[in-house]
Each structure stands twice: as structure tokens, then as C-alpha cells.
């Protein structure tokens, strides 16, 4: 079973606006990670949190994290249409030596003009 | 560029029979991963390896086979043993040999149909 659940499967919102995608877990972490993935292409790094991290900022991005919830939030500002793109969270097991990450289902983004 | 480079980008074979995705990596990274990709199922992990020469299975080993004899390369084989082959198959590295402690670098897949 997958241990990130992201939240909601698909989004659709205009340029400007902003976009919230939420992913839960079952299991206790030591980081957390979101991707974005451009149809056909590959998956980009977009922003790791640890888990003794609330909160992190990379440009338009904002990550949260709520360890007690088991849950994170990628928040995009003021979206674009290239933001168009399905969006994963990922994590590892807590137990120092796993070395996979496992993916959620994502959240499909599109940004219209 | 440093990157990851996977070919061919799309791939048709006849059932039965085998089949081999190439992954290439110039970003000196230790660990290099297998993910494979269906609709609305997210990414699997098919196989890992740490290091050269040995590699584990992830949660879908079944019918794939990888080998790890260069640092750079980590070629993955659909054999005819897997019921379902046809899929978006992800290739990936991290410089550090614990996945979930560094980004992972993504090639851009491999499409394989299988009929």
C-alpha cells in the first residue's frame, strides 16, 4: 500500500490563484519530499522537509509538515501555466537505513489562463 | 549537463519476450533506483542498489532482473515473466545511498508497450 496518500486527486484553478495539495502517511518519517512530474517526462525535485521542520520556502512553494497528523501541505502562490503538472509527496521508512522512497498517487494540477 | 539519461523513450515488444531499458548517470551518485509507473497507481520501486555490484529488491521485483557492474549504469530487464510489462518505467539516482535523506534525480522514462 502506498504511504503517502495525496489530497485532492485532481485540481483545477486559473492563473493567479492559488493551489493547496495535501499528502498523509501512516508511518513515522525522517523526511518528506515533493515532486512535480510533467506529463511523459520524469519527476523534479521540488522541496525536502525533515521532520523536525513546520515549515519551508522555496520561491512560490511553501511546504508544511505536521508530524502529530502524520500529514504535509505544498502550497503554490499566484499559480502560472506552467505549474500544469502532477504533483507527488514522498517519504522513507524511520528507520535509518531504508534507502526507498514511496510515492503517492499525486495530484493533477491545471492552471488555465 | 549532469543528468540521467534513459533510452529508448519508447519501446514496443511482443509478449514473451525479454526486454532491457538502459539508465545512465554522469552525477557520480552512489544509488540508482527502478520506479515503475501506471495510471492512477503513483511510482513503484522495482529495484535498488546502493552501490556497485549488489542491488535489492523493491516492493515489485517480480519478472525484472538489474545488474550493477558500473558506477554510471543500471540497466533493468523486463523478463517474460512479468504478467503486466507495459508501463512507464522511471529511472533515478541520489548521491546519498539513503533515498528518503536526498533528492532523487529523475531520467525522463522509458514507455514500454508490450502486446
Known sequence: ?113 | DGGITQSPKYLFRKEGQNVTLSCEQNLNHDAMYWYRQDPGQGLRLIYYSQIVNDFQKGDIAEGYSVSREKKESFPLTVTSAQKNPTAFYLCASSIDRTAENSPLHFGNGTRLTVT
Not at chain 1, 531504508?98 to 499525486?106: E, H, R, V
Request: glycine share 8%.
Open chain 1, 1 to 113: 500500500s502506498q504511504q503517502g496518500e495525496e489530497d485532492p486527486q485532481a485540481l483545477s484553478i486559473q492563473e493567479g490563484e492559488n493551489a493547496t495539495m495535501n499528502c498523509s502517511y501512516k508511518t513515522s518519517i525522517n523526511n518528506l519530499q515533493w515532486y512535480r512530474q510533467n506529463s511523459g517526462r520524469g519527476l523534479v525535485h521540488l522541496i525536502l522537509i525533515r521532520s523536525n521542520e513546520r515549515e519551508k520556502h522555496s520561491g512560490r512553494l511553501r511546504v508544511t509538515l505536521d508530524t502529530s497528523k502524520k500529514s504535509s501541505s505544498l502550497l503554490i502562490t499566484a499559480s502560472r501555466a506552467a505549474d500544469t503538472a502532477s504533483y507527488f509527496c514522498a517519504t522513507g521508512l524511520n528507520t535509518g537505513t531504508a534507502s526507498k522512497l514511496t510515492f503517492g498517487t499525486g495530484t493533477r494540477l491545471q492552471v488555465t489562463l
